[in-house]
């Protein structure tokens, strides 16, 4: 089955430590898209990217890094630079030919403790 | 600026009843889409409608249908017979064609009462 996978769907980790959320599609997607969200609110784009080896800052990329070597994959970072960084994580990905739906995966929560 | 508002943070609906949640979008782009997402309470978000600035008909899918009024810049989501499953966050989305980020509202929390 075509989809996208994020892992792990929870996440612990230490103040101070980065951590490395997974996110990958088997969709041939050509662009990819990591959001946060935080209790109660709507999704905030942390960065997005268009195809391999670049990427675009989003609304809210400060202690935040990515990389995308791969096609299917993009995995976003989350630095000891980000302030607060427990949250909701999502990642998605759209078609370059059809925009008409951008597909989500399951998310990873974060917490940091 | 591109920007979407959903007014209502909450909303309640008897079951089998229809409601409209509302959304309201800015961007000065003729070219755009309009999205509609269910957020259940294990996290995942699920596509539910679509609807493009030049689209002449309203989108419908199943129970779900979008009251696109361009003028006003609305795209409000209308659910009919509301079952119990349809209780769940909903975020209004909009695209523009001269882009390729997604804007999402604030979301409107649905409870589908018995």
């Known amino acids: 089955d075509g989809g996208i996978t994020q892992s792990p769907k929870y996440l612990f980790r230490k103040e101070g430590q980065n951590v490395t959320l997974s996110c990958e599609q088997n969709?041939?997607?050509?662009?990819m898209y990591w959001y946060r969200q935080d209790p109660g609110q709507g999704l905030r784009l942390i960065y997005y990217?268009?195809?391999?080896?670049?990427?675009q800052k989003g609304d809210i990329a400060e202690g935040y890094s990515v990389s995308r070597e791969k096609k299917e994959s993009f995995p976003l970072t989350v630095t000891s630079a980000q302030k607060n960084p427990t949250a909701f994580y999502l990642c998605?990905?759209?078609?370059?030919?059809?925009?008409?739906?951008?597909?989500f995966g399951p998310g990873t929560r974060l917490t940091v403790l | 600026a591109q920007k979407i508002t959903q007014t209502q943070p909450g909303m309640f609906v008897q079951e089998k009843e229809a409601v409209t949640l509302d959304c309201t979008y800015d961007t000065s782009d003729p070219s755009y889409g309009l999205f509609w997402y269910k957020q259940p309470s294990s996290g995942e978000m699920i596509f539910l409608i679509y609807q493009g600035s030049y689209d002449q008909q309203n989108a419908t899918e199943g129970r779900y249908s979008l009251n696109f009024q361009k003028a006003r810049k609305s795209a409000n989501l209308v659910i009919s017979a509301s079952q119990l499953g349809d209780s769940a966050m909903y975020f209004c989305a909009m695209r523009v064609n001269t882009g390729n980020q997604f804007y999402f509202g604030t979301g409107t929390s649905l409870t589908v009462i018995p």
């Open positions: 998605a990905s759209t078609s370059q030919s059809s925009y008409n739906e951008q597909f």
């Open positions: 969709l041939n997607h050509d662009a």
């Open positions: 990217s268009q195809i391999v080896n670049d990427f």
